[in-house]
C-alpha cells in the first residue's frame, strides 16, 4: 500500500468541451490486467462535454452543483450531489453544469480492450441540445 502522489489540475481540451472545464486525476490503472480511471471534474456555470460515448459504461458521483446529462433522444436528466448518473456502454451522451451553478462529479469508467477506444468523443452539443429540459 502507498499514498499516491497529486496529479496537477489540467483543462480539457476545447475539442471536446464547451466551457471551461477542469479534471484532477484520481485513479489510473498500475497493471495491464488493471482497467479503472476516474477523476473529480469540475465545471464552471454552462459549460458541458461534447456528445461522447464509453466503451464499457461511465458513472459520475455528483458532488457539487446541479449535473445535467443528456441523451440523443433528447432526455436531459438533472442530478444533485449524493446522486449518481450511470450511462451503459455505448450510449451517446453529454454531461456538464446547469446555467447558474459550478458543477463537480467524480468521474469512474473502465477501460476498453484497447485503450483508445474507452471513450468516443463526438461533436459538440449544441446550445438547443444543452437548454432542451
Known amino acids: 500500500m502507498h499514498i499516491e502522489d497529486r496529479n496537477p489540475t489540467v483543462k480539457n481540451p476545447p475539442e471536446w468541451f464547451t ?3 477542469w479534471l484532477d486525476p484520481i485513479i489510473a490503472p498500475h497493471d495491464a490486467d488493471q482497467r479503472m480511471s476516474g477523476g473529480l471534474v469540475r465545471f464552471a456555470p454552462g459549460a458541458r462535454t461534447g456528445w ?7 458513472y459520475l458521483r455528483v458532488t457539487e452543483g446541479i449535473a445535467l446529462c443528456g ?7 438533472e442530478a444533485r450531489p449524493g446522486e449518481t448518473i450511470y450511462t451503459p456502454p ?16 467524480l468521474a469512474l469508467l473502465e477501460g476498453a480492450d484497447d485503450p483508445s ?4 468523443w463526438l461533436e459538440h452539443v449544441s446550445d438547443e441540445d444543452y437548454r432542451r429540459r
Open 90 to 105: 455505448g450510449e451517446e451522451h453529454w454531461h456538464g453544469a446547469a446555467e447558474d451553478c459550478f458543477m463537480q462529479h
Open 19 to 21: 466551457g471551461d472545464v
Open 52 to 58: 461522447h460515448s464509453h466503451a464499457r459504461g461511465q
Open 117 to 120: 477506444t474507452t471513450t468516443t
Open 71 to 77: 441523451t440523443r433522444d433528447g432526455t436531459v436528466v
